[in-house]
Nanobody
Protein backbone atom coordinates (compact mmCIF):
# COMPACT_ATOMS: atom_id res chain seq x y z
CA UNK A 1 0.00 0.00 0.00
CA UNK A 2 1.13 3.52 -0.82
CA UNK A 3 -0.25 6.57 0.90
CA UNK A 4 0.37 10.27 0.35
CA UNK A 5 -0.31 12.53 3.31
CA UNK A 6 -0.66 16.26 2.75
CA UNK A 7 -0.59 19.19 5.12
CA UNK A 8 -0.31 22.96 5.09
CA UNK A 9 -3.52 24.15 3.48
CA UNK A 10 -5.67 26.84 4.98
CA UNK A 11 -7.22 30.27 4.68
CA UNK A 12 -5.00 33.25 3.92
CA UNK A 13 -5.45 36.78 2.69
CA UNK A 14 -4.26 37.88 -0.72
CA UNK A 15 -0.52 38.41 -0.68
CA UNK A 16 0.02 35.80 2.00
CA UNK A 17 2.00 32.58 1.90
CA UNK A 18 1.44 28.89 2.48
CA UNK A 19 3.74 25.90 2.62
CA UNK A 20 2.26 22.61 1.45
CA UNK A 21 3.91 19.34 2.38
CA UNK A 22 3.34 15.81 1.11
CA UNK A 23 4.98 12.65 2.41
CA UNK A 24 4.72 9.30 0.65
CA UNK A 25 4.88 6.05 2.58
CA UNK A 26 4.39 2.35 1.93
CA UNK A 27 6.05 -0.35 -0.14
CA UNK A 28 7.89 2.08 -2.38
CA UNK A 29 10.67 0.90 -4.63
CA UNK A 30 11.21 4.26 -6.29
CA UNK A 31 9.52 7.57 -7.05
CA UNK A 32 10.02 9.33 -10.34
CA UNK A 33 8.05 12.55 -10.53
CA UNK A 34 6.32 14.29 -7.67
CA UNK A 35 4.10 17.30 -7.97
CA UNK A 36 1.14 19.37 -6.98
CA UNK A 37 -2.13 19.77 -8.84
CA UNK A 38 -5.14 21.88 -8.02
CA UNK A 39 -8.82 21.77 -8.85
CA UNK A 40 -11.39 24.50 -8.43
CA UNK A 41 -15.14 23.86 -8.61
CA UNK A 42 -16.28 23.41 -12.18
CA UNK A 43 -12.75 23.27 -13.53
CA UNK A 44 -10.38 20.51 -14.53
CA UNK A 45 -7.53 19.47 -12.33
CA UNK A 46 -4.40 21.29 -13.46
CA UNK A 47 -0.71 20.99 -12.81
CA UNK A 48 0.76 23.61 -10.49
CA UNK A 49 4.33 22.39 -10.20
CA UNK A 50 6.28 19.18 -10.65
CA UNK A 51 9.76 17.94 -9.89
CA UNK A 52 11.67 14.91 -11.11
CA UNK A 53 13.85 12.62 -9.06
CA UNK A 54 16.83 14.49 -10.49
CA UNK A 55 15.54 17.87 -9.40
CA UNK A 56 14.23 19.28 -12.69
CA UNK A 57 11.17 21.46 -12.15
CA UNK A 58 8.18 22.69 -14.13
CA UNK A 59 5.70 25.37 -13.13
CA UNK A 60 2.38 26.52 -14.46
CA UNK A 61 2.62 29.98 -16.00
CA UNK A 62 0.05 31.25 -13.52
CA UNK A 63 2.29 30.51 -10.52
CA UNK A 64 5.75 30.91 -11.99
CA UNK A 65 7.77 33.30 -9.88
CA UNK A 66 5.47 32.90 -6.88
CA UNK A 67 5.93 29.21 -6.10
CA UNK A 68 8.87 26.96 -5.42
CA UNK A 69 8.74 23.17 -5.44
CA UNK A 70 11.37 21.01 -3.77
CA UNK A 71 11.76 17.44 -2.58
CA UNK A 72 13.66 15.29 -0.16
CA UNK A 73 14.18 11.94 -1.85
CA UNK A 74 15.42 10.27 1.31
CA UNK A 75 12.17 11.16 3.06
CA UNK A 76 9.87 10.76 0.02
CA UNK A 77 8.60 14.26 0.64
CA UNK A 78 7.67 17.09 -1.71
CA UNK A 79 7.17 20.71 -0.66
CA UNK A 80 5.36 23.55 -2.38
CA UNK A 81 6.11 27.02 -1.06
CA UNK A 82 3.51 29.50 -2.29
CA UNK A 83 3.98 33.24 -1.92
CA UNK A 84 2.04 36.30 -3.05
CA UNK A 85 -1.14 34.27 -3.16
CA UNK A 86 -4.10 35.52 -5.18
CA UNK A 87 -7.83 34.75 -4.90
CA UNK A 88 -7.59 32.82 -8.16
CA UNK A 89 -5.24 30.39 -6.42
CA UNK A 90 -8.19 29.14 -4.38
CA UNK A 91 -8.63 25.41 -5.00
CA UNK A 92 -8.14 21.98 -3.55
CA UNK A 93 -4.49 21.09 -3.93
CA UNK A 94 -3.53 17.46 -4.52
CA UNK A 95 -0.17 15.83 -4.17
CA UNK A 96 0.83 13.36 -6.88
CA UNK A 97 3.66 10.87 -7.09
CA UNK A 98 4.71 8.50 -9.84
CA UNK A 99 5.60 5.43 -7.81
CA UNK A 100 6.96 1.97 -8.41
CA UNK A 101 5.31 -0.07 -5.67
CA UNK A 102 6.51 -3.45 -4.44
CA UNK A 103 3.67 -5.99 -4.52
CA UNK A 104 3.52 -9.67 -3.77
CA UNK A 105 2.92 -10.92 -7.31
CA UNK A 106 4.09 -8.06 -9.49
CA UNK A 107 5.43 -4.59 -8.95
CA UNK A 108 3.05 -1.80 -9.89
CA UNK A 109 3.98 1.48 -11.54
CA UNK A 110 1.49 4.30 -11.57
CA UNK A 111 0.30 7.57 -10.18
CA UNK A 112 -0.88 8.00 -6.61
CA UNK A 113 -2.85 10.89 -5.19
CA UNK A 114 -3.16 12.49 -1.81
CA UNK A 115 -6.51 13.27 -0.24
CA UNK A 116 -6.30 16.96 -1.11
CA UNK A 117 -5.90 20.04 1.03
CA UNK A 118 -8.02 23.17 0.71
CA UNK A 119 -6.34 26.47 -0.06
CA UNK A 120 -8.57 29.53 0.17
CA UNK A 121 -7.26 33.01 -0.59
CA UNK A 122 -9.49 35.91 0.38
CA UNK A 123 -9.40 39.35 -1.19
Amino acid sequence: QVQLVESGGGLVQAGGSLRLSCAASGSILSIDGMGWYRQAPGKQRELVAAITSGGSTNYADSVKGRCTISRDNAKNTVILQMNSLKPEDTAVYYCNAQVVEARYYKNYAGGYWGQGTQVTVSS
